[in-house]
């Protein structure tokens, strides 16, 4: 046996070690469960969540690796001098406690992804390791302080990087590079914004900032949590698994849709409409809308409670006016509606002390809730709910010219205006965000410790407020590409995006390498750039993958799509046939009908198991990643909507391997004439 024979058959052997450290670990915690904790209900309830998470987070995937990594470090120079870490997706003690396997996010796995040659952070050696199917296959070393060091030539990083793509989306904690630790490892106080193009990992970027967080802001994110915002269903359910293969399992992930659901959903608006409500002139229009109702005093209040009681129209005067200004300043509706109520009791109380009595809190709580303040309090400030408030705007054209003016013109108008006030609507997505807008002005909404919003380029300003009141007191992560911005309301640059968050002063950084798509794909899709309207730097790829690329004039897209999936399946990974929507269901049946099993991209939540064809419209391919894309009809994609060159950019950066592009029309894109491309 050779020296490396057996320095390969002892890291197999510290595998298995930790493996059945693991295994130990959940079993404490197992009998833990067991174990009657006594205490009060609701502390045992408490254990009981907590155990079950932790027992969660304890699960062993046989087929994922413990570890991937392994740091040598120097004799000196460095708190760890001497020692030796294996790096992986979890921490692994022994059963006194010494880490077997130390968290990707500890503090001194920083130099497994930092260290180089130039700067080695004390580290001698880094170790990476080949794995299949969970087995340790092989190690390939850096020796950094000899000034040795792979970086991106290293032959197990880019087999790692090119894995093919099958099921959800997985974790890149062995894979990180340097650019992008430096984003993950930024503090909680931090709010980022990355400009990230196509494949260049700004989604596993922004997740994997999620569980840093959550690992080095354990207490302060348990009370106030941990939200990602995604754009639709099918890629939360893509991204659904990364974070629980990291052991973090208490994030919530939603879209803005699930964010803002307070009515049922089953409408849908026209672009002009759509243009409008998503526009930051609708807050203040709703916010005129619910002030319209506030009155002043004109005359006194009288209450009887033994004794007559009166206030003059001048005092409450000065409670309404006072509760007006502290609502202008900020605070909600609601409280600033029952402060009227409880100072204007007080002052009965005081007029009640005048005469000898002595009134407690019960009686002023009591007189603050009775008929006769009550119907006075509705006359001056009434009571408002979110979804009757929007439906007044919309419903009633005089409280809308009213709202709106100065602000929105008679058109704009004539676009969000209801024809009659129906008694149960058909609320539009758009809709449910104004309601969003009028519950934050009646009430606090709940918010979190930090929110990572991705392809948020396509969030309205409207929308982009609900994200805001979500994150008053937290930071943000904002992830996209103004490139890829097909919404009515798309951003066209950061800055005013991020002010509407409410993070104004967020820095941007931008992501342009891009570490699996072959340069090849990249740079076809580049060709589209200088059409978007958008002031980004073309990405750029490390890796060439000749044969990658291949765009074909055919007769019938159909029939040739049908051939080409064919042909791909029987590669590794997974394909996905993207079209016009309105061509989907003719693509799925030509598919069937050729006997290839056909995934829907709703129903399996992104990528479904080798052998299958995704077939994606393409208003819902954005932010999804296939081995294999196949491209039907440009032109149709293009014609579909109008931001449909941006729409064709999102397709056409889907694959990580490779790209097969069909068409019967011509390419009258900047994407350049056929004979041009064909063959490349």
């Given at each position: 046996?050779?020296?490396?024979?057996?320095?390969?058959?002892?890291?197999?052997?510290?595998?298995?070690?930790?493996?059945?450290?693991?295994?130990?670990?959940?079993?404490?915690?197992?009998?833990?469960?067991?174990?009657?904790?006594?205490?009060?209900?609701?502390?045992?309830?408490?254990l009981a969540r907590a155990l079950a998470k932790r027992l969660?987070?304890?699960?062993?995937?046989?087929?994922?690796?413990?570890?991937?990594?392994?740091?040598?470090?120097?004799?000196t120079g460095t708190p760890y001098a001497g020692e030796t870490f294996h790096v992986g997706r979890r921490h692994v003690t022994d059963v006194a406690g010494d880490p077997l396997v130390v968290d990707w996010r500890a503090p001194v796995s920083t130099a497994f992804y930092q260290a180089s040659a130039i700067a080695p952070e004390g580290v001698r050696r880094r170790r990476r390791f080949g794995f299949s199917a969970g087995r340790l296959t092989s190690f390939e070393d850096e020796h950094l302080e000899s000034g040795e060091e792979t970086g991106l030539g290293?032959?197990?990083?880019?087999?790692?990087?090119?894995?093919?793509?099958?099921?959800?989306?997985?974790?890149?904690?062995?894979?990180?590079?340097?650019?992008?630790?430096?984003?993950?490892?930024?503090?909680?106080?931090t709010s980022l914004c990355i400009q990230g193009a196509p494949g260049t990992g700004k989604t596993a970027v922004g997740l994997h900032r999620a569980a840093y967080l959550l690992y080095a802001y354990r207490e302060r994110l348990s009370r106030s949590g941990v939200l990602v915002v995604g754009p639709n269903t099918a890629f939360l359910g893509y991204i659904a698994e990364v974070l629980p293969a990291l052991g973090e399992v208490d994030v919530?992930?939603?879209?803005?849709?699930?964010?803002?659901?307070?009515?049922?959903?089953?409408?849908?608006?026209?672009?002009?409409?759509?243009?409008?409500?998503?526009?930051?002139?609708?807050?203040?229009?709703?916010?005129?809308?619910?002030t319209a109702g506030l009155g002043t005093p004109s005359a006194p209040l009288v209450i009887t409670d033994g004794v007559r009681l009166r206030i003059g129209p001048s005092e409450l005067g000065e409670i309404v006016a006072e509760a007006r200004t502290a609502y202008e300043a900020g605070t909600p509706y609601?409280?600033?509606?029952?402060?009227?109520?409880?100072?204007?009791?007080?002052?009965?109380?005081?007029?009640?002390?005048?005469?000898?009595?002595?009134?407690?809190?019960?009686?002023?709580?009591?007189?603050?809730?009775?008929?006769?303040?009550?119907?006075?309090?509705?006359?001056?400030?009434?009571?408002?709910?979110?979804?009757?408030?929007?439906?007044?705007?919309?419903?009633d054209r005089s409280l809308l010219a009213r709202a709106a003016e100065g602000l929105l013109s008679d058109a704009e108008q004539d676009a969000i205006a209801w024809d009659t006030r129906p008694r149960r609507p058909r609320w539009t997505e758009a809709d449910a965000v104004l309601i969003d807008e009028a519950a934050g002005l009646l009430d606090r909404v709940p918010g979190y410790g930090h929110v990572i919003v991705d392809e948020a380029q396509d969030l309205s300003p409207m929308q982009a407020r609900a994200i805001a009141r979500r994150s008053v007191y937290g930071s943000l992560t904002v992830l996209g590409d103004l490139a890829q911005g097909t919404a009515v309301n798309a951003a066209r640059d950061w800055p005013t995006l991020l002010g509407h968050l409410e993070k104004p002063g967020t820095v941007v950084t931008p992501l342009t390498t891009g570490y699996r798509m072959p340069a090849e794909i990249v740079e076809f899709a580049n060709r589209l750039l200088p059409a978007l309207g958008a002031d980004v730097s073309p990405a750029?790829?490390?890796?060439?993958?000749?044969?990658?690329?291949?765009?074909?004039?055919?007769?019938?897209?159909?029939?040739?799509?049908?051939?080409?999936?064919?042909?791909?399946?029987?590669?590794?990974?997974?394909?996905?046939?993207?079209?016009?929507?309105?061509?989907?269901?003719?693509?799925?049946?030509?598919?069937t009908d050729a006997g290839l099993a056909v995934a829907d991209p709703l129903a399996d939540a992104g990528?479904?198991?080798?052998?299958?064809?995704?077939?994606?419209?393409?208003?819902?391919?954005?932010?999804?990643?296939?081995?294999?894309?196949?491209?039907?009809?440009?032109?149709?994609?293009?014609?579909?909507?109008?931001?449909?060159?941006?729409?064709?950019?999102?397709?056409?950066?889907?694959?990580?391997?490779r790209l097969t592009v069909l068409h019967s029309s011509a390419l009258d894109y900047p994407l350049g004439r056929v004979d041009k491309i064909g063959g490349e």
């Open positions: 046996m050779t020296s490396l024979d057996a320095e390969l058959t002892a890291e197999a052997s510290h595998l298995e070690t930790s493996r059945a450290a693991l295994a130990a670990m959940r079993k404490r915690t197992e009998e833990l469960t067991r174990t009657d904790a006594g205490g009060d209900p609701f502390s045992a309830e408490m969660e987070q304890l699960l062993d995937d046989g087929t994922t690796p413990l570890f991937f990594g392994r740091l040598d470090f120097g004799p290293s032959r197990l990083l880019a087999e790692e990087i090119e894995r093919p793509r099958v099921g959800p989306m997985r974790d890149i904690v062995a894979t990180i590079q340097p650019d992008q630790d430096a984003l993950v490892r930024a503090g909680l106080e919530q992930q939603r879209t803005v849709g699930q964010l803002v659901a307070r009515v049922p959903v089953r409408g849908s608006d026209s672009p002009d409409a759509l243009a409008v409500k998503g526009d930051a002139r609708m807050a203040a229009v709703v916010a005129r809308s619910l609601s409280t600033a509606r029952d402060r009227v109520a409880r100072r204007v009791a007080e002052r009965f109380r005081r007029q009640v002390e005048r005469r000898g009595g002595s009134p407690t809190d019960v009686w002023v709580s009591r007189v603050a809730r009775s008929r006769p303040l009550k119907t006075w309090l509705e006359s001056l400030w009434p009571a408002a709910d979110p979804a009757g408030l929007v439906a007044r705007l919309l419903g750029r790829s490390v890796r060439r993958a000749p044969g990658a690329l291949v765009v074909e004039a055919v007769g019938d897209p159909i029939a040739a799509a049908v051939r080409a999936a064919r042909a791909a399946v029987a590669e590794p990974g997974s394909v996905a046939v993207i079209t016009a929507d309105a061509t989907v269901a003719r693509v799925s049946a030509a598919l990528p479904d198991a080798a052998g299958a064809v995704t077939v994606l419209p393409a208003t819902l391919a954005k932010g999804l990643e296939f081995d294999t894309v196949i491209v039907l009809e440009p032109s149709e994609i293009v014609a579909a909507e109008p931001r449909g060159l941006n729409r064709l950019y999102v397709v056409l950066t889907r694959a990580v391997s």
